[in-house]
């Protein structure tokens, strides 16, 4: 029997009544907890991004760097577009999804991709969509004012759920290959191509569904009562890796991952994780958690053992899977501290509807039982008949879904608050002077000139060593007393470009400049933020830096405005003379064969960057000054105009890239300079536009061509 066979209207009527008042409830809460949605630095850095690709950016072009932090090459998938919300925003509205209507969606796939899967794998409608409907109470924060039960991911970051929603739906279509029409069959394997396409496109977690999807997948082809039967599975996974293939997927995913400081500076970073056994499996750490967890165990063993031969099979992948993870995450967190990557607790995120769906298939077989036995009591001689009407009655459907409506309809009339679990962390970001002052002199605007960045040295003076950790509870103390953090997101709100950067794709070649000159070696750092200390006011002008935030006196440049902050050191905006606004021209070329010979000379404290520069590419020794130089940041990238007496060099503020093409008037080449600056050599006149071009659809090629740089100049060696 297929797993979409039709059903009576009965049933189709009882489910889509519980979805969509479901849904409405849920918008409803949604509506009324803003304090909880997007909460805290990273639920307000996720919006940021969202509202800066929307003017920074043209959508679906796979063009544009960040303009606000990392010397323009911050990439940070995903592209906003390719975000369900989002992407509804962008057909039928302004392009801009209120918080409450983004949630509600995310809301709606969740249930809708346990609820499908469920189908596949031949578990009854009602314990299917009361799982589907189960989901998202401790997973979202749906009970106004209070986070998630179990980890507050999706309040932070709620496009997580997508990535584990188009992975449920790609297996549903999976296991339902079987026993098909052709018609069916042909439908069934273009859509589980579109959803595994589309996990590529819309998350930088990707990773963390591969190893899920690739374990069951294979587990799929055990179900089939004869090995024909397993051929449309067969051939819809060829499909898949034929379809990644040829859109460069594989090498999008490899050149994301491969060349990123986690990779090759993973020894350096610190874990805060390690040893945490929170991290390695947070579901455990409510009751809540725990009954659900060994309630799923229950209706797994169950299932394996009265399920059809289909369901028989995803159970027993489920408990081969779950016990598999345990294992894994166990030793990694007790054993492996030097591991640097996504916390074991992401590949948790998977296991989190499985878990909702066995446990919906063990609380109905109770209840199942139970009916079941008090028809027998009764002395009924219609036993049979009035328990096979029982299944796809209202009651059924109703009887433990009824508790969870009756929950949200309690909590949707619930008083709005502006706090989460008590707390307010990074919301609302208000303007102080120096804010003000920053957004009137280098604030980003589209197809303007470059006037900028700003840097932040605060919160470790009389500190030996300090780490992330340290830092974002000193800007959260920032925040409390002033309303704006000064570092990450009370900047990037006003679109204030920074030298700081807030990515796990943090360039090798950044990491190595920025964690050299720019921090202590006591200090630790982490793969998605880069600790700095020591500011070099030399460094800082090379790469564009114009201003610098500070709580002590850094003896250099001129003070722009102060903040006293009770109970702190005043905070203090300097300003630095001569910085790098683009028309940085050097005239003198050292050549260097690797980084560690480059890093040898720029730590000469008589090396200046505005007149000479490292690098290894044959250039002219005749080089002239040039002069009438504009560079600025546009929609597609970066502009660059100038002219020369003759041949000429400029050493742009923004990291070099492979990434980067030029598109304009004169005989120009780009070139690395610096170790991780864009050089750009030119004769006469230039006129051109910069666009970065990176992404996952046939434009990875280049990120590719980045990592052979590092081998080409040793990396390793200049560590």
């Known amino acids: 029997m297929g797993a979409f066979k039709f059903r009576p209207r009965g049933e189709n009527i009882h489910v889509a009544l519980h979805f969509f008042v479901f849904v409405g409830l849920a918008f409803l809460i949604f509506s ?33 760097a960040d303009p606000l932090q990392g010397n323009f090459d911050a990439y940070l998938p995903p592209f906003q577009e390719y975000l369900l919300p989002n992407l509804l925003a962008m057909l039928f509205g302004d392009g801009h999804p209120a918080n409450a209507t983004t949630f509600t969606i995310y809301a709606g796939l969740m249930i809708l991709s346990v609820y499908l899967l469920g189908r596949a794998v031949h578990i009854d409608r009602a314990p299917a969509l009361f799982a589907g409907l189960l989901y998202p109470l401790p997973t979202l924060p749906i009970f106004i004012g209070s986070l998630p039960l179990f980890y507050q991911v999706y309040a932070l970051a709620p496009h997580y759920t997508q990535l584990v929603s188009l992975t449920l739906l790609a297996l549903a279509c999976v296991w339902a290959l079987e026993e098909q029409t052709t018609l069916r069959s042909v439908w069934l394997g273009l859509a589980a ?19 899920f999807l690739l374990f069951f997948n294979v587990a799929s082809l055990f179900s089939a009562r004869r090995w024909q039967l397993d051929v449309p599975r067969i051939i819809t996974g060829v499909m898949i890796l034929v379809t990644l293939a040829a859109l ?29 056994y ?150 609302p970001l208000l303007p102080t002077p120096i804010t003000e002052y920053l957004r009137e002199t280098i604030a980003f605007r589209p197809d303007s000139p470059f006037r900028g ?6 919160g470790y003076q009389q500190r030996p060593g300090i780490t992330l950790a340290d830092l974002i509870s000193h800007d959260l103390q920032i925040w409390e007393k002033t309303g704006n953090d000064h570092r990450t997101v009370g900047l990037w709100r006003y679109y204030i470009p920074t030298l700081f950067q807030y990515s796990q794709f943090t360039t090798p070649a950044y990491y190595l400049m920025l964690s050299r000159f720019l921090s202590r070696p006591e200090d630790k750092q982490m793969r998605n933020m880069i600790v700095l200390t020591r500011p070099d006011e030399r460094m800082l002008k090379l790469w564009g830096v114009r201003f610098v935030i500070v709580d002590f006196e850094p003896g250099f440049g001129t003070s722009r405005a102060t903040l ?54 044959t250039l002219a020794e005749d080089l002239r000054a040039a002069d009438s130089v504009e560079f600025g940041v546009g929609k597609d990238g970066l502009f660059v105009r100038a002219s ?19 598109h304009g008037d004169g005989d120009a080449v780009l070139f690395r300079a610096n170790i991780m600056q864009l050089g750009i050599r030119f004769k006469r006149s230039l006129d051109v536009t910069l666009k970065f071009h990176y992404g996952p659809i046939l434009a990875a090629q280049c990120r590719l061509a980045d990592l052979r740089d590092m081998e080409h100049f040793d990396l390793y060696g200049a560590r």
């Open 564 to 617: 006293p902050v009770e109970g702190q050191p005043t905070l203090r905006l300097i300003e630095l003379d001569d910085f790098n606004r683009g028309q940085y021209s050097p005239t003198k070329v050292i050549k260097a064969k690797d980084f560690r010979s480059a890093l040898r000379v720029m730590r000469d404290p008589f090396f200046d960057g505005s007149k000479e520069v490292v690098a290894d590419a």
């Open 644 to 662: 020369s007496p003759g041949l000429s060099i400029l050493a742009l503020p923004a990291q070099f890239s492979h990434c980067w093409s030029l």
């Open 193 to 211: 191509v579109f959803c595994v396409a589309w996990i590529m496109l819309s998350s930088s977690l990707m990773a963390v569904s591969i190893p």
């Open 278 to 427: 929170f991290f390695a499996s947070v579901i455990y750490d409510s009751s809540v958690g725990r009954i659900i967890a060994a309630t799923a165990i229950a209706g797994a063993v169950y299932a394996a053992i009265v399920g059809q031969r289909r369901l028989r099979v995803f159970a027993l992948a489920y408990l081969i899977y779950t016990a598999i993870f345990h294992v894994l995450t166990f030793t990694v967190t007790k054993w492996l501290h030097a591991y640097a990557g996504p916390s074991p607790v992401y590949f948790e995120f998977m296991l989190w509807p499985l878990n909702m769906l066995f446990a919906a298939v063990a609380l109905f077989a109770v209840v199942d039982a139970i009916v079941f036995f008090a028809v027998i009591v009764t002395g009924r001689r219609d036993t049979v008949p009035r328990v096979s009407a029982w299944h796809p009655s209202g009651w059924r459907y109703s009887l433990l879904g009824i508790v969870g409506l009756g929950l949200l309809a309690g909590n949707a009339t619930a008083a709005s608050t502006d706090r989460c679990n008590g707390l307010k962390q990074f919301a």
């Open 453 to 458: 960045l700003v840097a932040t040295f605060t």
């Open 248 to 276: 460069g997927l594989f090498g999008y995913v490899y050149g994301l991952y491969k060349y990123s400081a986690t990779s090759f500076f993973y020894d350096e970073l610190f874990n805060p994780r390690a040893g945490d």
């Open 32 to 64: 009324n907890n803003p304090s909880c949605l997007f909460f805290t630095l990273d639920g307000e850095y996720a919006i940021i991004t969202r509202d800066l690709q929307a003017i920074a950016r043209k959508p679906f072009t796979q063009f544009g």
